[in-house]
């Protein structure tokens, strides 16, 4: 059975940084392809950054410089550090993972206000 168990997510300020986490289990981590999307309210999902199992990363245009995806294969866990935060960075934040088949968590609240 796989899961991916995101956590991190919280209420932070505009320009403030919240590290996301996602812990995956029932899948040789290594060999897969790791991901973030988010989803606003009223929007739809969107793709945010991805980090390949050699290590090569690619972002979307709005996080680039911003944020900064890793992953730890030792301990089964991609991350998100979210830097320079801004308002509209408001979303629901899920982490995927892709082989041959393709899973999600149930994501974590990420609001950044004021």
């Known amino acids: 059975q796989v899961q991916l168990v995101e956590s991190g997510g919280g209420l932070v300020q505009p320009g403030g940084s919240l590290r996301l986490s996602c812990v995956a289990s029932g899948i040789i981590f290594s060999g897969y392809v790791m991901g973030w999307y988010r989803q606003a309210p009223g929007k739809q999902r969107e793709w945010v950054a991805t980090?390949?199992?050699?290590?090569?990363?690619y972002y979307a245009d709005s996080v680039k410089g911003r944020f900064t995806i890793s992953r730890d294969n030792a301990q089964n866990t991609v991350y998100l550090q979210m830097n320079s935060l801004k308002p509209e960075d408001t979303a629901v934040y899920y982490c995927?993972?892709?082989?041959?088949?393709?899973?999600w968590g149930q994501g974590t609240q990420v609001t950044v206000s004021s």
């Open positions: 995927t993972a892709r082989q041959f088949s393709g899973y």
């Open positions: 980090i390949i199992s050699g290590g090569s990363t």
